[in-house]
């Protein structure tokens, strides 16, 4: 783990550290960078709606895989 020093206006860290009900200051910015970068992927995932082409089958998908059997 890294340790970094960063400054952060103490209302905005309390304010998350209630809104998330967590126990310190540091574990509320651990979980609201983990839900940034989660909402950020799932956004990447959306933007490539329509934009793959699938070449096989849920059905081939699910049970094609011969290293499964």
Do not use: C, Q, W, Y
């Not at 103490?10 to 967590?22: A, P």
């Not at 126990?23 to 793959?52: H, P, Q, R, W």
């Amino acid at each position: 783990m890294a340790r970094t020093t960063i400054t952060l206006p103490t209302e905005l860290l309390d304010d998350l550290k209630n809104m998330l009900g967590t126990s310190s200051k540091t574990e509320a910015v651990i979980v609201a960078i983990k839900d940034e970068i989660s909402a950020k992927k799932i956004e990447n995932i959306k933007k490539m709606a329509g934009k793959l082409e699938f070449i096989k089958t849920a059905e081939e998908l699910r049970h094609g895989d011969h290293r499964l059997g």
